[in-house]
């Protein structure tokens, strides 16, 4: 586990469920475009939320690559969860600025509806086939730049599933402060 102050805000990395993190008031999900349940990151968010997550979302759906969503949290133990769709790697193009979109846009509605504290997988990596390494510094990238922008959120989380990815996004932010 990495943890950083900068800017007033703490930035952490950390191995675990993107959808146990009860400290969070937003959590992000690595949504499909229907904002349906879905594998990965979307089927542990919606099975932890229940099944009115997915009545809330279907006004909201279908979105496109880059682009977030906010909804109530349900059952979960957060306010909010961002919805973000991230794009499919080699399909949806550019794929490094609709990345970097659904990173900037999830910190925006955090910023808009007032929240302190947002929990990120990493979008885009699983299923999308996004290669980690590049999608991290892309992540960091964006989130870096945001920082100055923001004044209610004040502690950004990574959350990482395994351990392996931790240590790539441990490794990535290291070498962007250096
Ligand atoms: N907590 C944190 N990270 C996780 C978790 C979890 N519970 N589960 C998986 N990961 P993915 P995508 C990691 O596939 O690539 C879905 O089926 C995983 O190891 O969830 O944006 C949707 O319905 C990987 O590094 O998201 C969409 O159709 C990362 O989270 C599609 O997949 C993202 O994996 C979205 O694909």
Do not use: W
């Not at 279908?62 to 133990?77: D, F, M, R, Y």
């Not at 600025?97 to 302190?116: F, K």
């Not at 086939?129 to 991290?136: I, K, Q, R, S, V």
């Amino acid at each position: 586990m990495t943890t950083r102050h900068l800017q007033g805000v703490t930035l952490e990395c950390v191995q675990g469920d993107i959808a146990r993190q009860p400290d969070m008031d937003a959590i992000v999900n690595a949504a499909n475009a229907e904002l349906r349940i879905g594998g990965g990151v979307a089927g542990a968010i919606h099975r932890g939320a229940g099944p009115e997550l997915e009545r809330e979302c279907q006004p909201l759906a279908p979105i496109q690559p880059g682009q977030a969503v906010i909804t109530g949290a349900h059952n979960l133990p957060n306010r909010s969860v961002v919805h973000c769709l991230g794009p499919v790697y080699g399909v949806d193009e550019p794929a490094e600025p609709l990345l970097a979109s659904c990173y900037r846009n999830a910190l925006e509605l955090a910023e808009q509806n007032e929240l302190g504290s947002i929990a990120f997988p990493a979008i885009s990596t699983g299923a999308f086939g996004y290669p980690l390494e590049a999608a991290t510094q892309v992540a960091f990238k964006t989130v870096l730049e945001m920082l100055p922008q923001l004044s209610s959120v004040k502690h950004i989380r990574f959350v990482l599933f395994q351990k392996a990815d931790a240590r790539v996004h441990e490794e990535v932010l290291e070498r962007l402060l250096d």
